[in-house]
Structure formats: C-alpha cells, structure tokens
C-alpha cells in the first residue's frame, strides 16, 4: 500500500491503482507551499490516478480547506489556494475533480442543488420506460454531458466516477434496477431525493395540494391543528356540537407519505420556513394557503363568539340553550346560515342578524336577498310575545360597542342581548409574510398573484385559497380550484413543461342553507329549495371525497 498526499490531503492508494509519469520539474519529495512533507517520495515521478479504477475511491477523504463557491452563467466555478484549474491540471492530479465535492459538504451540497435545478440542471422529463410513463428522468450519457460541461470534471471518465458517487450515496438511481452502476450511456436514471414542496395550511387548498404532490414530492405541510375541518358546515356545530366528529379528518388519515407538522408559522425567506418553535424548513417550492379568521380585535373577546372558531361555537352550546336574545352580527353567507340553523333548532328564540350594507347578502343578486328576508319574516309569526321569537335583520348599520347587556350601533340602536356571535370583518393569516413579503401584500393584507398563482416576482413561491387577491367568493370550491392550478404548475416547472393559468368560475353554484329551507346561487340565477339538507349533504360528501 502507498500512503500519498496529494493538495496536503493523506489519500490511502493501492500501488496497482497508480500509474507513473516520466517528468523533469516535478519533484515530490519537497516539502509543499505550506511546509508538509510528504509521506511519499519521488524525486523524478509524478502520481497520476486512475478515477474508474479505485474501488473506495472517496469515501474516507477529508479535508478542513474551505472553498468559496460562484455560480455564475450556469457553471459551477470555485477559488482556492491552488490557482483553481492552472494548479489542477499541472500537477495532473485527476482525483482533485471528483474531490472537490465529496470531501467538502458544503461543496457537495451545492452540487446536488445545481444539479437538480429545474431550469439548469440534468435535462429531467417524462419518458415512457417499459410500456409505463416515468416522471423526472434522464439518460445517463445527458447527466455526462452536463457534468462534463458544467462540473469540476477533467473529462467524461472523471463524469462518471462523479455518478458513481452520486448513486451511491443516494442521490441518482437507475429507474429498475437501483444496484446497477452508474455508466455513460442510454440508461434511465432519475433523482431518489425528490424536490421539497412545503404547504402552510391545511383547509381545502392545503390539504388538496398535499394529496396531489405527495406522490411525486417530498411534501411538507405545516397547520395549527393536526386534521382537515369542513368549515361550510360549521354553523351546524353551534346547535349540535356532536357534528364536529363529522366535520373532522385527520391529516395522516388521507395523507400517505407527506410529512405533517403541527405548529405555527413565524416568518418566511426566499429559500425557508420557520416556525414559532425556532426550527427552520428549507422548500424548493413553497405553497401559502394560511387562509383567515374573523377580526376580533374590536370586540370584548369575554362577550363575542367567533362565528368560525369549532371550539367557541361548542363550548357555547349550552350559553345558547338557555338565551332568548341572541345577536349575529354580519349578513354573509356564514351569518345568514348560522341564524338559520339556530332557528331550526330553537324556533322560540329572538335572532338579530345585523348587517353594515343595506341588504343581506351584499356580494349577491338581489334575488338571493330577498328570499332571504322572505324566509326570515316567515320566522317572526306564531305564538308567543309579538316581535320576540323568530329572525329580525337589521340593515344599514353597524357596531360600534358591545357591554355586559346591550349592544350599540352607529345609528342610535341600542338593543338588549344575551349572546352574540361574529360573522364579519374576514381577515387573511397573512402576518408571517410581512418581514420579507410584506411588498406583496395589497392594503387588506391578501396575496397579490399572477395568473399562475405566483407570488409576484417569486416563481417557486405560490399561494392560492382565502388569502388570495382574487376577486371572487371565498368558496372551498374556488379554493380547490386554485389548488389544481397550482398543482400543475410545480409539476410542469419541474418538468419544464407549460405552465396554466388559473380562470375564476363567476357562475360556480353556491348553496346557503337556512335549516330547513336553502338558497342556491348559480351566476345571475336563484331559487329556493326545501330540500336544504340533501343539497348540503350532496356538497358536503363530493366536497369530502378525498378525506
């Protein structure tokens, strides 16, 4: 055996593995620039490497040199204290390429990262491999081309011991046959490390994206609570809070592979999330579907319910079952179904459904509204005191002060409540992204995107549900949608395939339940059903079908 050092680096070689060149200047037996000796002396040889020949051939070799890493133009270039290429290729040492990345983990990373680049990196696509189609592959003699071009390779030999290394520390595969080598020619190969796509948010757009891209990436998705919630019912939890076992899946149950984290989000980069926690998750692509809440922040938090908090809306049941007055403050759809299920259920009770705008219902036809006043002055009639059973709405106000019994407007009214649930003031969780995104942001605090559900200006940055910018109805139905877009095109930009954009869907029906009647909203088109649970029950389940 022949202990060689090479660039002031001990490499254990076996003699058969070397080959000698006849050379006048070289003489080995010198100490180095920086004063080692080696432990090896020829005075008149000089120690070239056969890569393909070494059976271990960098494994065991360390180094405590740092380099600096440039990319520039797609190549990968370096600096050191060697002159860079002039010094490498002088003392004809071929291990020095290969080297440059295993011994060094930080230079190795930057390899895979380049590698790997969806527009730079080995030419990955979608082929068909034994009658079946297989995403993100390439031919060995490509990942060649690229290396020999791009790399700190000497030639097309050195490419292929870089491979070598690569397949066995798991980076590359052969698409079959795992254990095969890695060789320069018409073979598949594919990644085994698969791009990271991290989701924050698990509603309909998160939890729709994850099952979408688990299959083919790494998927990371990151939500407050540990399950998926079906929030168009919601309201039905305030007079059975039994429902919420109906409304509820847990994320691993219809996630298989993804990796689920429960947490909160406190700020992103251009390249990591990080959590509350402190702990940092590094994406390739990032998917932002936080969603939003109700703004609480004007109102005693002692004396309002948020309409769409689970917890609040159970805890609160029994407050309910023996309250006569009960306010409702927001005429949306989410506050015209809770004061239609808290009829349904207590028929006795006197609701207030008080709302800013002048009619209920302000983002929809007029028609809609007016069935929904129709159906709510149908409520008031019966036995009992005149005016105290029954839905009452209030129009053209608002409110400005809330205290241990009455609640008040901006236009004089002074009403005596009991209970009071908020329905309005829709705020996006958006808060995270203010330190490094906070230009994205339109004045409401929502996302503003492209067409293809990009963060302006951010193209591995994507964001689509709630806390979008888009002019169109909340929907879980809209969310989904997005989600699709979005799925797609990380899939094509990984592919470097075309991209699609995202069209909104004005005429998308939109069902409002009432109890035991409803209201369906279809473009300029409305009716009233009295088959209001089976419509809902129809959504509910297409809507759930994936969970």
Request: proline share 3%; net charge neutral.
């Amino acid at each position: 055996e022949v202990v060689a050092r090479i660039h002031s680096n001990p490499l254990k070689l076996f003699s058969s593995d070397l080959q000698y060149k006849e050379t006048e200047d070289d003489n080995l037996s010198s100490p180095d620039r920086n004063g080692h000796k080696p432990l090896y002396s020829a005075s008149d040889r000089e120690v070239t490497v056969d890569l393909s020949m070494l059976s271990k051939p960098f494994d065991e070799i360390t180094d405590d040199e740092n380099f600096n890493n440039n990319h520039h133009h797609n190549h990968i270039s370096h600096h050191s204290r060697y002159n860079q290429s002039k010094e490498y290729e002088s003392n004809n040492t071929k291990i020095s390429g290969v080297k440059f990345y295993t011994h060094n983990e930080q230079n190795w990373n930057y390899l895979i990262s380049r590698i790997r680049d969806r527009h730079t990196g080995f030419p990955v696509r979608t082929r068909r491999f034994r009658f079946k189609t297989v995403r993100t592959t390439f031919l060995g003699s490509e990942a060649v081309d690229w290396l020999t071009q791009y790399a700190r390779v000497a030639n097309r030999e050195e490419a292929v011991a870089l491979g070598d290394c690569l397949m066995r520390k798991q980076v590359i595969e052969h698409v079959s046959q795992p254990g095969k080598r890695f060789k320069d020619a018409h073979r598949f190969y594919r990644f085994v490390v698969k791009p990271k796509v991290v989701i924050i948010g698990g509603g309909f757009a998160g939890s729709y994206l994850a099952q979408k891209l688990e299959s083919d990436f790494d998927v990371t998705l990151i939500d407050r609570k540990d399950y998926f919630e079906f929030t168009p019912t919601l309201s039905v939890v305030s007079v059975n809070p039994a429902h919420v076992e109906d409304i509820r899946s847990t994320h691993t149950k219809y996630l298989k592979t993804a990796d689920i984290v429960v947490g909160r989000v406190r700020t992103v980069t251009k390249d990591s999330v990080v959590l509350s926690n402190g702990k940092t998750i590094s994406f390739d692509y990032l998917c932002l579907c936080s969603g939003g809440n109700y703004d609480m922040s004007s109102f005693p938090k002692d004396r309002v319910i948020n309409g769409k908090n689970t917890a609040k809306l159970r805890e609160n049941y029994k407050n309910l079952k023996t309250s006569q007055k009960v306010a409702i403050i927001g005429g949306g759809p989410v506050g015209v179904e809770l004061a239609g299920e808290i009829n349904m259920k207590f028929p006795d009770k006197k609701l207030i459904v008080i709302e800013h705008a002048e009619r209920l219902l302000p983002r929809f036809p007029v028609a809609a509204s007016k069935l929904i006043d129709q159906y709510f002055e149908s409520t008031q009639g019966g036995s009992g005191e005149e005016g105290e059973k029954g839905v009452h709405m209030m129009t053209g106000e608002r409110v400005v002060y809330i205290d241990e019994s009455f609640l008040y407007t901006d236009k004089g009214s002074k009403l005596e409540v009991e209970m009071v649930y908020a329905c309005t003031g829709f705020k996006p969780n958006t808060s995270y992204l203010e330190p490094y995104f906070g230009h994205v942001l339109d004045s409401g605090g929502f996302v503003q995107v492209n067409e293809k559900m990009q963060l302006i200006g951010h193209g591995n940055i994507f964001a689509c549900g709630d806390i979008v910018a888009v002019e169109e109805e909340k929907l879980a139905q809209n969310a989904e949608k997005q989600a699709g877009v979005v799925a797609k095109n990380i899939m094509a930009m990984d592919q470097n395939g075309k991209m699609c954009s995202y069209e909104g869907d004005a005429e998308r029906m939109v069902v409002i339940s009432l109890g035991k009647r409803c209201v369906v909203v279809k473009g300029d088109k409305v009716i009233s059903s009295q088959v209001s649970t089976t419509i809902k029950s129809l959504v509910e389940l297409k809507s759930r079908r994936g969970f």
